[in-house]
């Protein structure tokens, strides 16, 4: 076993939190600015400052030990995003007479991930419409837009006016924020024993105020792709807004289908999708703040749009959620596209493919734990009879940076670009395996990395919980005291 395992403890102060996440490391190296500098500073000394701060910073995703977050990791691909990036970094998207570049851009962004979702097969099953999109600033706006258009037209075309959405347990949170936000009632679908929603249950629950369900392909905690095609049944049997939520998978599933591996349909090609997100940002190599939104018609997107004729600042129109945008990330964005190729696509996603397997054969052959269905390229995994957060505690101690789940407790490893380099699959299966006979130490004390995790569930807990968050969220606009 490691020599540097975490210290055991003694106490489970949930206050921990706090002192998890040091919101200012900076504090003692650069000065702290409370108002506007009287004087400017020069651009070599801001510079620098910004330069050492993501110096430090890149250097745990670059040692390939992050799970997600950072999808491609090559600094020449971002340095040519950038280069694209500022070209248009200033330019309001919104303003198209001054940028009509944003039409070309946004456009084909949305035609050629359409094209990689086989929007073309709607023609097929829906003579007459047309796969159309959106370009959104990443998958939480994806998820919002559709619960807005599943609303507006459950009110407008069927007079439904307390909206219901059926979701699996597992889809993303973004879609509770959207719920919230828009005065849905969410139903949320248990999975099944292979940890795909539960299309049964979906079934039952379908009431007159239904407007949609929603799927994943693949959904965060476990990377599994729903019974996508068993709800597009279910979708057509009561006229249902379908979304697919692929902004995890959206841009990386299509690639492992061509390489051979058995990935189950999701996309246009199954005729009850009415819609489907994929995040550009994530495994389409673009830098972060954007990801596409596509329809099955124009008539679903209609309900997406915002106009207002009656206001003194002028006629305003807007096509989603979002006001005015950069066109520097829609800029990067397409030169992501561009310059990746299918070719780039491809071989990227045979590599994480490829590592995928080799950490799913090293997690699969530990008997104390236990994979979560049948993953592709996110490896999710539980402890059996040792608790998975103890195991977590080791590899932070490793320098890995896994993602907890909860409700089961769990970890996944969302498999990126970085973690594709030689040896890291099996430095990870190595240190994944010293972690496991660290995590049956006896007399470890609660894990530190679990500290969260013990309080939810209940209503006590779960509003100490947004207490501690609150006060989470407000220390991370403070600046040094
Ligand atoms: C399946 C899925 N949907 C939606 C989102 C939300 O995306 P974003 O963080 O870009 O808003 C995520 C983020 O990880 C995701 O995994």
């Not at 023609?123 to 837009?145: A, D, K, M, Q, R």
Request: glycine letters at 10%.
């Amino acid at each position: 076993m490691g020599q540097e395992s975490p210290e055991p403890r003694e106490s489970d102060d949930s206050q921990d939190f706090a002192s998890m996440i040091d919101f200012h490391p900076y504090r003692d190296r650069f000065e702290p600015h409370h108002r506007i500098p009287p004087e400017p500073r020069s651009r070599e000394s801001i510079l620098a400052e910004l330069g050492a701060m993501a110096e430090e910073e890149d250097r745990m995703g670059d040692a390939g030990r992050v799970s997600g977050s950072i999808y491609h990791g090559g600094h020449d691909h971002y340095r040519f995003l950038t280069e694209a990036y500022g070209l248009f970094a200033h330019v309001n998207v919104l303003q198209r007479d001054m940028y009509p570049s944003a039409t070309k851009l946004e456009g084909e962004i949305v035609a050629m991930t359409a094209s990689l979702l086989h929007g073309g097969a709607v023609s097929e099953h829906h003579p007459g419409e047309e796969v159309c999109g959106v370009v959104t600033f990443g998958g939480t706006e994806s998820l919002i837009n559709p619960m807005l258009v599943y609303r507006e037209r459950g009110r407008v075309e069927k007079g439904i006016d307390a909206p219901e959405v059926i979701i699996p347990v597992t889809a993303h949170v973004a879609l509770q924020k959207a719920a919230h936000m828009l005065g849905i009632k969410l139903l949320q679908a248990p999975v099944r024993d292979d940890w795909r929603a539960d299309v049964d249950w979906m079934r039952d629950h379908v009431t007159p105020n239904t407007v949609a369900i929603v799927g994943s392909a693949g959904n965060y905690p476990h990377g599994l792709i729903d019974p996508i095609e068993e709800m597009s049944a279910l979708a057509l049997e009561h006229d249902l807004g379908f979304h697919v939520d692929g902004c995890m998978g959206g841009f990386i599933l299509p690639w492992a289908e061509r390489l051979g591996y058995p990935i189950p349909t999701f996309d246009f090609r199954l005729p009850g999708v009415t819609s489907i997100s994929a995040d550009t940002h994530k495994f389409g190599y673009a830098l972060k703040g954007t990801s596409v939104l596509l329809y099955r018609n124009s008539t679903l997107r209609r309900y997406q749009y915002f106009s207002y004729p009656d206001w003194p600042g002028g006629i305003y129109m807007s096509p989603g959620l979002s006001g005015s945008r950069s066109g520097g990330v829609v800029a990067a964005a397409w030169a992501a596209m561009l310059s990746l190729g299918e070719q780039g696509y491809l071989e990227i996603a045979e590599r994480i493919f490829e590592t995928a397997a080799t950490i799913l054969t090293g997690v699969a052959a530990i008997p104390e734990l236990e994979v979560f269905g049948d993953p592709t390229f996110i490896i999710a995994f539980r402890g059996r009879g040792i608790d998975i957060y103890h195991v977590n505690d080791f590899l932070i101690s490793k320098g890995w940076r896994l993602n907890a789940l909860q409700l089961p407790p769990g970890l996944h490893f969302c498999v990126t670009r970085p973690n594709t380099a030689d040896g890291v699959a099996e430095a990870f299966v190595a240190d994944l395996r010293d972690a496991v006979e660290y995590a049956k130490t006896p007399g470890l004390g609660p894990a530190r990395s679990g500290a969260l995790y013990g309080l939810g569930g209940s209503p006590e807990g779960n509003e100490a919980l947004d207490m501690l968050f609150a006060a989470a969220l407000d220390a991370m606009y403070d600046v040094v005291p």
